[in-house]
């Protein structure tokens, strides 16, 4: 790590950048360690995602479209629903800072997972994997409002501090975020690069928006499950699987009320915070906004992705 040419801190936090992002130490030995070792097969679902996107929404559905059951709402709760035993943040297997850590076998077997596998990561399109990019398997990328995104991160690194620390400076949170200084960061380079792909190859990456997920629920999870080749026939299975990941329901599960996520040691209830839309109205002055929104238009123009900034 100390070979790489930039290393900077934020509060508490080493990160280092490699290809243009920031990484953590631990993601980034695991992101090393995923481009070396990391062998795609062509029926994979990749779930990719900038950090606090709804990343967790789609560690349930995903799953939940292709091997759970999508069955009736009153019996399934507890017999043969993963999701109410294990967290979906231990559903699906996150490469970086799970499987590929410096903590487990660098270079796991993953050849016995029964396809189709599910993976997670946070890695920026540059940095992902040769055998990612020229299988023939699926991307499905979440993208979110900045706002939301850095209000939901700024309230995660405080439900991780200890009361001694106090809150994270929102200011210096925000600068940091702004310049791109944050876990896989620059934000809007993350999503520009993953928006530009989709519009190559649509039948290769599905980039979902959050506000959407939120707004329209059923047609995106339709579309969804298409591009997952496992096309909705009744509308009564499309509702199930939306309940079933609702975050009204995950959230009060028992595990993510009290559960700790193995590998990461975090609460499980941390990644359960609104999961609403516009919360950021709560925490920014109008000079945030005015530079985030400057910063959008610049980076975004010409580019027709609209994040509902
Ligand atoms: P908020 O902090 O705005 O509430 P990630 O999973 O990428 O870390 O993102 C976490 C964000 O997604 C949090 O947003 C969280 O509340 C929200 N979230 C988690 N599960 C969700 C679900 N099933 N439906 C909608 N939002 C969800």
Known sequence: LSQLPKQTRIEEYDIYQWEGFWYLPAHLEGALAIRSHFEAQDDDVIIISPPKAGTTWLKALIPTILNGPRGCKNIDDQEDDPLVKITPQLVVLTLEDQIFSVKNDRNPDLSTIPSPRIFHTHLPYTSLPNSI??????IVYISRNPKDVFVSLWHFMNYHRDDKQGLFPIEKAFDSFCNGVHFFGPYFDHVLEYWKKSLDSPSKILFLKYEEMKSDSKNELRKLALFLGRPFVEDEEVENVLWKC?????????????????????????????????????????????????IARLKFEGSGLDLYI
């Open 133 to 138: 990019k020229n299988s023939k398997c699926k």
């Open 246 to 294: 609702s975050f009204e329901r995950l959230k009060n599960l028992e595990v993510n009320k009290n559960g700790i996520e193995p590998h990461s040691g975090l609460a499980n209830s941390s990644f359960f915070r609104l999961g609403t839309v516009g919360d950021w109205k709560n925490s920014f002055t109008p000079e945030m906004e005015e530079r985030i929104n400057g």
